[in-house]
């Protein structure tokens, strides 16, 4: 596709549930990043790949979170045992690999927790 | 390590006003700076991106940034605001040999009639 795309778009699930989030990033880029939203949080990062490797997943905040990438392209990120604090926009974007390429967004998955 | 300061969490100004976003940043390298906007329940857009050239640097929606060494800031101005500029922004930088953007914590623009 021509930009970075997300699914769902919203999801709601029960606590203690597990949720798969989905990024299909723009063809050819190799580098991929996942960030949370919250509100009047900023963006925080959460992990970084480099083709299918993560160089950097520093960001993730427990190890209920965890994320992979297949064949360079598609990454799922998933938390297992949801809780009401996960609840958040989780972005998703990519970007050629270069330094001085800017990083393409996804449309984000909002995540609620009830 | 790097961190991104942008002052004021809400501006408000009326149409056709001056925009001023001010965006400080921290690097013990130099940085690429960029500035994103966000409007509701979208992803982020990339405005403008400074990567060591020109420290002058003009964007889309006729926004631009000024990359100033001395006071480590790349603060977002246009002229005149519209209404259709309401949005979220960020600021981000990404030193060099860093392939991660830090992001400030956006600064909401609300532009009055």
């Known amino acids: 596709g021509a930009g970075v795309s997300q699914s769902p778009s919203n999801k709601v699930t029960e606590k203690g549930k597990d949720v798969e989030l989905r990024c299909d990033p723009i063809?050819?880029?190799?580098?991929l990043y996942w960030y949370r939203q919250s509100l009047g949080q900023g963006l925080e990062f959460l992990i970084y790949?480099?083709?299918?490797?993560?160089?950097?997943k520093s960001g993730l905040p427990s190890d209920r979170f965890s994320a992979e990438r297949t064949g360079g392209s598609v990454s799922t990120l998933t938390i297992q045992r949801t809780q009401q604090e996960d609840s958040a926009v989780y972005l998703c974007?990519?970007?050629?690999?270069?330094?001085?390429?800017?990083?393409?967004f996804g449309q984000g998955t909002r995540l609620t927790v009830v | 390590a790097q961190s991104v300061t942008q002052l004021g969490s809400h501006v408000s100004v009326s149409e056709g006003a001056l925009v001023l976003l001010r965006c400080n940043y921290s690097?013990?390298?130099?940085?690429?700076l960029f500035w994103y906007v966000q409007y509701p329940n979208q992803g982020l857009q990339l405005l403008l991106k400074?990567?060591?050239?020109?420290?002058l640097v003009k964007g889309i929606n006729g926004f631009e940034a000024e990359f100033k060494k001395s006071e480590t800031s790349f603060h977002l101005t246009k002229p005149s605001a519209h209404m259709s500029d309401a949005a979220e922004y960020f600021c981000a930088v990404r030193p060099w040999g860093s392939y991660i953007p830090t992001f400030g914590r956006g600064t909401s623009l609300i532009v009055h009639p």
């Open positions: 063809s050819g880029h190799t580098a």
């Open positions: 974007a990519s970007s050629g690999g270069t330094e001085n390429t800017e990083a393409f």
């Open positions: 690097s013990s390298v130099p940085p690429y």
């Open positions: 790949f480099q083709g299918n490797s993560a160089p950097d």
């Open positions: 400074y990567t060591s050239a020109a420290t």
